[in-house]
């Protein structure tokens, strides 16, 4: 069952013969299943070795503008999924976005031939993708690629767990196929995987020089915020979350790998997320859980009102303090919190979290955050949980019906996927969706990045625009190098 890397050549993989006789069952069950249902998944899962970075070997193993995709959270045991290929692409758009992408899952997986489920979450055939922030986001050219929904079955996905690596090779069978093509098909797949250990390093003296301009004028943001305290002041809503566009030109393609590599050094505790799409990839360091299903078992992070990190541990821990005995990111804080229980509490048997938020620390910042649990009164898919949350008060507003359209009034711009659920989910429909925050949107010289802050009605907008430039800092010094 093991996958023997190849010591010489091209430096891939090489299946057993043990595992190309499953995969030949495999790929012939999924082809009698497609003939009955008009079509079907076939998967097989085998061992890899245990030192092997799987984002790594995506990142060096792509083919030219095929999709891949991958997330980290290198302090959680090194878990890592990482994933080649698009067998399946699932896409919707509109406010039943997530319910349709979760039948459309839920129909090939029924219907998926592969072996029994073992190993690290994530192993075996998974969708992996991501949403944007709006029913109909991403319509901007610059998002091409990126649809309002949009899950990818791989065709290879690498999952880690500690020590525990394993490699899952899928196919689509259609009735027209044959066993023997899907193999062959599988099996190149796997001779162009390569063995690679690290990713790539940010080049330390580029040449050519880097400009970094806001989309608009700092003082359009300071204005946008003015109008949304006035709106809240007058009673119209609790709370309206608006974000900025900071664009980075730089004299060479952004490799996003390479920015993937000092993300990872930088923000170990983050959500790593790269998602490939043609030319252009998303990148972020997200701080925030949006959900986690194993089972029956739910978990989410209510994650709002931040402050500055500091190097001297007396005035860091300070800080951290003065967090949270702010008024005004105490008020930031509930309002998400609230929203998330009672948005959880009809679907579950119970919700816990604490009676007071904790200081949640990353590289560059602090925020107030509540880590809640449940227990789901009966299956709900990751996906439609992921539906039911989005957006959180954290990245939209309180209430959402009001704060929805005031959005891109006031802030002018296409979120795309910033902001928006991004993550995958398995044959179980189990899966974690974290929130695409501190992200870039690279496509060739040009970096997008994007940062955003929860108005209340104590903001001030000088304030207010001085903490996106503090979110901004996760990105912008590993992007204009």
């Given at each position: 069952m093991?996958?023997l890397?190849?010591?010489s050549?091209?430096?891939?993989f090489?299946?057993?013969?043990?595992a190309?006789?499953r995969?030949?069952?495999?790929?012939?069950?999924a082809?009698r299943?497609a003939?009955?249902?008009?079509?079907?998944?076939g998967?097989?899962?085998?061992?890899?070795?245990?030192?092997?970075?799987p984002?790594?070997?995506?990142?060096?193993?792509?083919?030219?503008g095929?999709p891949?995709?991958?997330l980290?959270?290198p302090?959680?045991?090194?878990?890592a999924?990482?994933?080649?290929?698009?067998?399946?692409?699932?896409?919707?758009?509109?406010?039943?976005?997530?319910?349709?992408?979760?039948?459309?899952?839920?129909?090939?997986?029924s219907?998926?031939?592969c072996?029994?489920?073992?190993?690290?979450?994530?192993?075996?055939?998974?969708?992996?993708?991501?949403?944007?922030?709006?029913?109909?986001?991403?319509?901007?050219?610059?998002?091409?690629?990126?649809?309002?929904?949009?899950?990818?079955?791989?065709?290879?996905?690498?999952?880690?767990r500690?020590?525990?690596v394993?490699?899952?090779?899928?196919?689509?069978?259609c009735?027209?196929?044959?066993?023997?093509?899907l193999?062959d098909?599988?099996?190149?797949?796997?001779?162009?995987?390569?063995?690679?250990?690290?990713?790539?390093?940010?080049d330390?003296?580029?040449?050519?020089?880097?400009?970094?301009?806001?989309?608009?004028?700092?003082?359009?943001?300071?204005q946008?915020?003015?109008?949304?305290?006035?709106?809240?002041?007058?009673?119209?809503?609790?709370?309206?979350?608006?974000a900025?566009?900071?664009?980075?030109?730089?004299p060479?393609?952004?490799?996003?790998?390479a920015?993937?590599g000092?993300?990872?050094?930088?923000f170990?505790?983050?959500?790593?997320?790269?998602?490939?799409?043609?030319d252009?990839?998303?990148?972020a360091?997200?701080?925030?859980?949006?959900?986690?299903?194993?089972?029956?078992?739910?978990?989410?992070l209510?994650?709002?009102?931040?402050?500055?990190?500091?190097?001297?541990?007396?005035?860091?821990?300070?800080?951290?303090?003065?967090?949270?005995?702010?008024?005004?990111d105490?008020e930031?804080?509930?309002?998400?919190?609230?929203?998330?229980?009672?948005?959880?509490?009809?679907?579950?048997?119970?919700v816990?979290?604490?009676?007071?938020?904790?200081?949640?620390?990353?590289a560059?910042?602090?925020?107030?955050?509540?880590?809640i649990r449940?227990?789901?009164?009966?299956?709900?898919s990751?996906?439609?949980?992921?539906?039911?949350?989005?957006?959180?008060?954290?990245?939209?507003?309180?209430?959402?019906?009001?704060?929805?359209p005031?959005?891109?009034?006031?802030?002018?711009?296409?979120?795309?996927w910033?902001?928006?659920?991004?993550?995958?989910?398995?044959?179980?429909?189990?899966?974690?969706?974290?929130?695409?925050?501190r992200?870039?949107l690279?496509?060739?010289?040009?970096?997008?990045?994007?940062?955003?802050?929860?108005?209340?009605?104590?903001?001030?907008?000088?304030?207010?625009l001085a903490?996106?430039?503090v979110?901004?800092?996760?990105?912008l010094?590993?992007?204009?190098?």
């Amino acid at each position: 069952m093991a996958l023997l890397p190849i010591t010489s050549g091209a430096g891939g993989f090489v299946l057993s013969p043990d595992a190309v006789d499953r995969l030949e069952r495999r790929m012939a069950e999924a082809l009698r299943r497609a003939r009955r249902h008009g079509e079907a998944l076939g998967a097989i899962t085998v061992t890899v070795d245990p030192a092997t970075d799987p984002t790594a070997v995506v990142a060096a193993s792509r083919r030219t503008g095929e999709p891949w995709f991958c997330l980290e959270q290198p302090d959680r045991d090194g878990a890592a999924l990482a994933a080649l290929g698009c067998t399946v692409a699932i896409e919707a758009s509109g406010a039943d976005r997530f319910t349709r992408v979760a039948a459309r899952w839920r129909a090939l997986a029924s219907r998926a031939a592969c072996d029994p489920p073992d190993g690290p979450r994530g192993c075996g055939p998974v969708a992996v993708g991501g949403f944007a922030f709006a029913p109909d986001g991403g319509a901007a050219p610059h998002w091409a690629g990126y649809a309002a929904a949009s899950l990818h079955v791989p065709e290879a996905t690498l999952v880690r767990r500690g020590g525990d690596v394993r490699l899952t090779l899928c196919a689509l069978a259609c009735p027209d196929d044959t066993t023997a093509d899907l193999v062959d098909r599988l099996l190149r797949r796997v001779g162009e995987l390569r063995a690679a250990t690290a990713l790539p390093m940010l080049d330390p003296d580029p040449a050519g020089r880097y400009r970094v301009a806001s989309a608009m004028p700092p003082e359009h943001y300071e204005q946008a915020v003015a109008r949304g305290v006035e709106r809240i002041r007058a009673g119209d809503l609790e709370k309206v979350v608006l974000a900025r566009e900071v664009q980075v030109h730089a004299p060479v393609d952004h490799d996003p790998a390479a920015v993937l590599g000092v993300l990872r050094e930088a923000f170990p505790s983050c959500h790593l997320v790269c998602a490939g799409r043609g030319d252009a990839a998303f990148v972020a360091a997200s701080p925030e859980l949006l959900i986690r299903r194993d089972g029956l078992r739910a978990a989410t992070l209510a994650l709002a009102g931040s402050t500055r990190r500091s190097a001297d541990p007396a005035v860091d821990d300070h800080l951290g303090e003065r967090l949270l005995r702010s008024a005004k990111d105490r008020e930031e804080q509930a309002i998400v919190s609230r929203r998330i229980a009672r948005t959880l509490r009809p679907h579950a048997v119970w919700v816990t979290a604490p009676d007071e938020p904790e200081v949640v620390r990353m590289a560059n910042i602090q925020h107030l955050g509540t880590p809640i649990r449940a227990q789901l009164a009966r299956p709900v898919s990751t996906i439609e949980l992921a539906g039911l949350l989005h957006p959180t008060p954290a990245v939209g507003g309180e209430p959402l019906p009001v704060a929805a359209p005031l959005i891109p009034a006031l802030e002018g711009l296409d979120r795309g996927w910033y902001a928006g659920p991004v993550g995958w989910t398995d044959l179980d429909e189990d899966g974690e969706f974290v929130v695409a925050l501190r992200c870039a949107l690279l496509r060739g010289p040009v970096a997008r990045c994007y940062a955003g802050v929860g108005v209340v009605r104590d903001s001030d907008p000088a304030a207010e625009l001085a903490e996106t430039e503090v979110k901004l800092q996760a990105l912008l010094p590993v992007l204009a190098a």
